[in-house]
């Protein structure tokens, strides 16, 4: 960090950018000021994420300029929050390690992947500037979702969603393991289901062209086979795409009905996922719910020591 950068400006900042509920102890006679900033930024950044999702509603062309308005201004400012969090980051990480190496370290933590993409979503307008890429464009739109992410981010000034984030941050190393767990489970029983119902509609279809008595390599047998695969694959696991998705609702025991398993195997493998998928889910939500508890008492029990010295 460069050394005529005020460390205290820095900190006062920070409070702003991060909708922190923490006021630094050499700003308390600036109080007002620095909360009806950091209240004025966090509608900001509100509003424009409401206005994000609210531009996907708008359909006719004779409207796109209101749209590249739109992604324009978000880009602008959520570039401005990405660079506003990059440089106020050294506040917030504690550790020994110089300010340079923080500010490197950034681009690459939770926070800093979140205000990144937050970014790019606006890139979708380019397609309303003349560019033509309609799956990039598509994607730009998808991470628009992030944005959610980015709007817990500011509410974490309310108590109650400050204490989940708390949650988060102290149980990250049993959050991650877990999940890193149920998405090994979630690809291992999409590969296994994929290849069980291929194989079966294979068969299925096999079975059904024997009365067709025509050779295999044959444009007959090919057109038959593909007008029967057409006919028999609605309902089955044909990609690894569908049998990821598929994996994912069984194991969260949600189940759509979109997709059914045909093959015996796939059958057995699905009641393993249903099981394991309580067993599973549950640890994250223990976790997660002993965690808010502690998190609320020692909130409650801060508040009474608080109100004791007070009375003294």
Do not use: C
Not at 100 to 122: D, E, Q
Not at 214 to 235: F, I, N
Not at 277 to 296: D, E, H, K
């Amino acid at each position: 960090m460069k050394k005529h950068i005020n460390p205290q400006f820095l900190e006062i900042l920070n409070t702003i950018v991060t909708s922190d509920s923490y006021i630094p102890e050499h700003a308390k006679k600036n109080r007002k000021i620095i909360v009806i900033l950091r209240t004025v930024y966090l509608i900001i950044i509100a509003t424009l994420v409401f206005f994000s999702f609210f531009s996907f509603a708008i359909k006719q062309k004779e409207l796109a300029s209101i749209k590249v308005i739109i992604s324009l201004t978000t880009f602008f400012v959520f570039l401005a929050d990405y660079i506003l969090h990059w440089l106020t980051y050294p506040v917030r990480n504690k550790t020994k390690k110089s300010n340079w190496v923080k500010l490197l370290i950034f681009p690459f933590t939770g926070v800093g992947l979140i205000l990144l993409f937050s970014t790019l979503a606006s890139f979708s307008v380019l397609q309303y500037l003349g560019l033509k890429s309609y799956n990039l464009f598509t994607i730009f739109e998808t991470i628009t979702l992030i944005r959610l992410l980015r709007l817990i981010l500011i509410l974490k000034v309310f108590t109650p969603f400050r204490v989940f984030i708390n949650v988060f941050k102290e149980q990250r190393v049993v959050l991650i393991n877990t999940f890193f767990f149920i998405g090994i489970l979630i690809i291992a029983f999409a590969l296994i289901i994929w290849n069980n119902e291929v194989n079966w509609l294979d068969e299925q279809i096999t079975e059904k062209l024997k009365e067709l008595n025509a050779p295999v390599e044959s444009q007959e047998y090919k057109k038959a086979y593909q007008l029967a695969y057409d006919d028999m694959s609605s309902g089955v696991v044909t990609n690894f795409l569908d049998a990821l998705y598929y994996a994912t609702i069984t194991l969260t025991t949600i189940g759509y009905g979109d997709f059914a398993p045909h093959a015996a195997n796939s059958k057995v493998v699905v009641i393993i996922i249903s099981i394991l998928g309580i067993a599973v889910f549950a640890i994250p939500s223990g976790v997660v719910a002993g965690a808010v508890l502690t998190q609320i008492q020692d909130l409650e029990n801060s508040k009474r020591k608080k109100s004791i010295k007070e009375r003294e």
